[in-house]
Structures are given as C-alpha cells and as structure tokens.
Antibody
Framework: QVTLKESGPGILQPSQTLSLACSFSGFSLSTSGICVSWIRQPSGKGLEWLATICWEDSKDYNPSLTNRLTISKDTSNNQAFLKITSVDTADTAIYYC????????????WGQGVMVTVSS | DIQMTQSPPSLSASLGDKVTITCQASQNINKYIAWYQQKPGKAPRLLIRYTSTLDSGTPSRFSGSGSGRDYSFSISNVESEDIASYYCLQYDNLWTFGGGTKLELK
C-alpha cells in the first residue's frame, strides 16, 4: 500500500527558508523509475507543480521558481525534502508530495497535504 | 514552458446532466494529459491518464478525449458525488496544471 505524508513548520516569517519533508511507504526512491514531486495549492486556488526528484537523483524544477527551490531525498529513510528560500505571503499554501506513476509521468498517489502560512 | 488553458472555471449542472471541460495546451502534448478530481479538504484523485485511460476505480461515466493541443473531459449522468473541482495536468514536458473547473449543482 502506497502512502505519503507531508510535514512542515506550519507558520514562518517572510524572508525565512521553508523546509518540508515527505515521508512515504509502499515504494522506494532507490527503485528504477520512481520519482517524488512537490505540488502546492494556495487556498481557493489551483495546483502548481514545484519540483521532482527521481531514483537516480535527477531533479526538475518549475522554471518560474527554480532559483528558490532545492529538492533532495534520503533513500534509506524513505523521505523526500523541499526547501524554498526567501518566502513571502505568496508562498502561503497547502503543500503536497506525490509519487510519479511507474510507467507514466503523471502523479498517481498523493499525500494529504500540509498547510504552510507565511506571516509576519 | 507549456501553458494549459482550462475552461470553464466553473460549471453548474443538474443531476443526470452531461458536462464537458476542456484544456488547451500551448503546444502539442502528444496525449500526455491526466485529469484529477479534488473535493474540499482533500488531495487530488487521479481519474484519467494518457487522455482517455480510466484509472482503476474510476466510474465509466467519466471519459476523456483529444489530441495535439486540444483535450476534453466529460461526465455523463452527473451524480451528487461528482460535485468537486477538476484539473487537467500535462506531463509531456515537465508538468503543468490547468486552472481548474469547479462543478456545482444547479
């Protein structure tokens, strides 16, 4: 059974660095073809893909945010991470991690999401 | 970057209606489009992948079609459990979501 769960700070101040973790089970980021992505959704708004990391450590970033994002993984502990630097109120959102499907580049399993608020 | 223009932003339907949502990509995405359903407070749920392939557990009243830049998603015989927001996702080149469509009951 595939599950993912996000964790984060809840609230942080503008200009700080947001650190998020995705803990997962039912698959391994050391398995060929497996990738984990981060997606966010401001309240009442649409979905925005942020970043993806794959089993061989390749990384892709949303071109509009690439200079602020860093994705990484801890294969031994079944975790993926995302850092966003210099946050501001526009980064307030629910952050999801999701697995890229085996045999396809779409997202098949999602975590429940974690709410992050940027406020002074 | 590939842009996805999804319409309409909102849709009002009666139970039993057929509704259709469209997504237009800024370039050919080679049928690499998926459709998701999202209910309030929940994560998106995959319904359709590769334009028209229903994911496991997706009811047959959901369907998708299209090619090139233009794609559509339909629900025939809308049921109360279908009231949700729907998003398209292109995965031909990186990933881009459409803006979403909120389906409400008339």
């Amino acid at each position: 059974q595939v599950t993912l769960k996000e964790s984060g700070p809840g609230i942080l101040q503008p200009s700080q660095t947001l650190s998020l973790a995705c803990s997962f089970s039912g698959f391994s980021l050391s398995t060929s073809g497996i990738c984990v992505s981060w997606i966010r959704q401001p309240s009442g708004k649409g979905l925005e893909w942020l970043a993806t990391i794959c089993w061989e450590d390749s990384k892709d970033y949303n071109p509009s945010l690439t200079n602020r994002l860093t994705i990484s993984k801890d294969t031994s502990n079944n975790q993926a991470f995302l850092k966003i630097t210099s946050v501001d109120t526009a980064d307030t959102a629910i952050y999801y991690c999701a697995r890229r499907a085996e045999g396809g580049d779409y997202f098949d399993y999602w975590g429940q999401g974690v709410m992050v608020t940027v406020s002074s | 970057d590939i842009q996805m223009t999804q319409s309409p932003p909102s849709l009002s339907a009666s139970l039993g209606d057929k509704v259709t949502i469209t997504c237009q990509a800024s370039q050919n995405i080679n049928k690499y489009i998926a459709w998701y359903q999202q209910k309030p407070g929940k994560a998106p749920r995959l319904l359709i992948r590769y334009t028209s392939t229903l994911d496991s557990g997706t009811p047959s009243r959901f369907s998708g079609s299209g090619s090139g830049r233009d794609y559509s998603f339909s629900i025939s015989n809308v049921e109360s459990e279908d009231i949700a927001s729907y998003y398209c996702l292109q995965y031909d080149n990186l990933w881009t979501f459409g803006g979403g469509t909120k389906l409400e009951l008339k």
